[in-house]
């Protein structure tokens, strides 16, 4: 970029002038804010100067200014401070975010009895279901193999008789 385009404003105003056309002027008004583009100086476009050299780079960013450091000490005492009652105040809140602690471990245990409690139920009646359909699958199986054995039995008497009946024909 060059240095006629970045844009700096001397101006301390963050928002825009009206310009006289957004607000009437009023001539009897001896007030200069009325008129506020009188005021505004004209924005100047310069490259800002960038820290060059070794002394620069040195410099502590966070520096306390030497007039501080120098001042005289507060005039007043610095009151001493209650550490025994902040310890107090630590062990008592400690003590109570362990209460609490104490009594969502509680609450989680009981939870996970009631799941243990629901998981078992769950898995006896399913276990239970499913021997019952067991039982059933095989009654029917039973039944149908006892039919077909009917029917072989059947089979082997007709062909029996027709075989006897063979023999009968084939005599003189």
Known sequence: ???ETQPTSTSPQTTPSPTPS???HDSSNPDPTTDMTAATPPLTFTKPTEPTGPETTLQPKNTVPASVLESEAPPLPIEAFDWAGLEARYHADMQACADTDTGLFEEFNQAIRIFEAWASVTTTHESERSSKRLKTRMCYVQG???????KRQHHMKVVAAFQDALALLREP
């Open 22 to 24: 957004s607000q009437p």
């Open 1 to 3: 970029m060059t240095a």
């Open 144 to 150: 149908d193999e006892q039919h077909l054995e009917k």
